[in-house]
């Protein structure tokens, strides 16, 4: 049975990307929408994995067989 610690695990990941982000961003006049833009993707990236994630774990529909028949 899946268990909720990958979602935990990639969360520690991507905000220790986040930082890394945060803090090694070249300086420059676009420092800060460098920065944004990095910060963003990950965030949204992460998002979109953590809900695919979860459906798979917990559909919202049963699968249901086409060989059993109604009673």
């Known amino acids: 049975m899946a268990t909720i610690l990958p979602i935990f695990f990639l969360l520690a990941i991507v ?7 945060a803090l ?11 920065r944004t833009a990095v910060m963003l993707t990950l965030a949204a990236c992460y998002l979109m994995w953590m809900v695919t994630y ?18």
């Open 15 to 21: 905000a220790g990307l986040m930082t890394c982000a």
């Open 24 to 34: 090694f961003t070249p300086k420059g006049p676009n420092q800060v929408v460098i």
């Open 54 to 71: 979860l459906a798979q774990l917990h559909p919202l529909l049963q699968p249901q067989r086409s060989t059993v028949k109604p009673e």
